[in-house]
Nanobody, 121 residues
């Protein structure tokens, strides 16, 4: 599975942006996929995830109620709609696929290159 995120850019605080992630590979639609982000000088953190058929979603507390994750398996594309953006949302955003669990912790197999989102105050 290969992933490529795009759609980042510069936006003012309070604005909106939609990220997309192209998911290629024969089994891409069978995986849980998600979004992560890495703010400048900080570690990468989980943002949102969605199950293979889109029936289940999860969000970090920092983006819940502002961001919406969705997927279109027919188009092999994952989305992240980001509303009410804040300067602290500034980060490189990555998409990932194929979530596994080991001893109670999740880890992800496939990662795409990130796209930079900058939110100005």
């Amino acid at each position: 599975v290969q992933l490529q995120a795009f759609g980042g850019g510069l936006v003012q605080a309070g604005g909106s942006l939609r990220l997309s992630c192209a998911v290629s590979g024969r089994t891409g639609s069978s995986y849980t996929v998600g979004w992560f982000r890495q703010p400048p000088g900080k570690e990468r953190e989980f943002a949102a995830a969605i199950s293979s058929r889109g029936g289940s979603t999860s969000y970090s507390d920092s983006v819940k109620d502002r961001f919406t994750i969705s997927r279109d398996n027919a188009r092999s594309t994952l989305y992240l709609q980001m509303n009410s953006l804040k300067p602290e949302d500034t980060a490189v955003y990555f998409c990932a696929a194929d979530r596994k669990i080991y001893r109670g912790d999740y880890y992800w197999i496939n990662w795409g290159q990130g796209t930079l989102v900058t939110v100005s105050s």
